[in-house]
C-alpha cells in the first residue's frame, strides 16, 4: 500500500497560486502504475474531486477549476502536482491526494483506496 505526503499548501490573496505536491512511497510505487487525483473538502462541505489523472494518461478536471488548476506528475521523482492559479476564496479547503490502482478509472465519485494526510488552502479576499 502506498504512503502518499501532500505540501505545499498555505496562506494567499485571491488571484494567488499554489503548487501542491504528493510525493508517493516507499520506492517501487510509481505514479505511473496508478490513478492520481485531487480532493479538496471545505468545512461542512462534501468532499469534491478536483483533478484527475489515469493510469493511461487522460486528464479530468471538475468544472469549478477547469482552466485554473493544472495536474501533473513526474515520474522521475514519484510525485504528483497541482498547480493552482488565479485562487478564489471558495477554493479554501483541505486539499488531499489520492491513488488507487484498479484497472478502471475510479471517477471523483467513487471511494479511492490509499489517500494522505491533506494539505491546507486558505484564500483570503
Known amino acids: 500500500q502506498v504512503q502518499l505526503v501532500e505540501s505545499g499548501g498555505g496562506s494567499v490573496q485571491a488571484g494567488g497560486s499554489l503548487r501542491l505536491s504528493c510525493a508517493l512511497s516507499p520506492s517501487g510505487y510509481n505514479v505511473n502504475n496508478y490513478h492520481m487525483a485531487w480532493f479538496r473538502q471545505a468545512p461542512g462541505k462534501q468532499r469534491e474531486g478536483v483533478a484527475g489523472?489515469?493510469?493511461?494518461?487522460?486528464?479530468r478536471y471538475s468544472d469549478s477549476v477547469k482552466g485554473r488548476f493544472t495536474i501533473s506528475r513526474d515520474n522521475a521523482k514519484n510525485t504528483l502536482y497541482l498547480q493552482m492559479n488565479n485562487l478564489q476564496p471558495d477554493d479554501t479547503a483541505m486539499y488531499y491526494c489520492a491513488a488507487d490502482p484498479r484497472m478502471q478509472w475510479p471517477g471523483f465519485q467513487n471511494e479511492w483506496r490509499d489517500w494522505g494526510q491533506g494539505t491546507q488552502v486558505t484564500v483570503s479576499s
Open positions: 489523472v489515469s493510469r493511461m494518461g487522460p486528464i
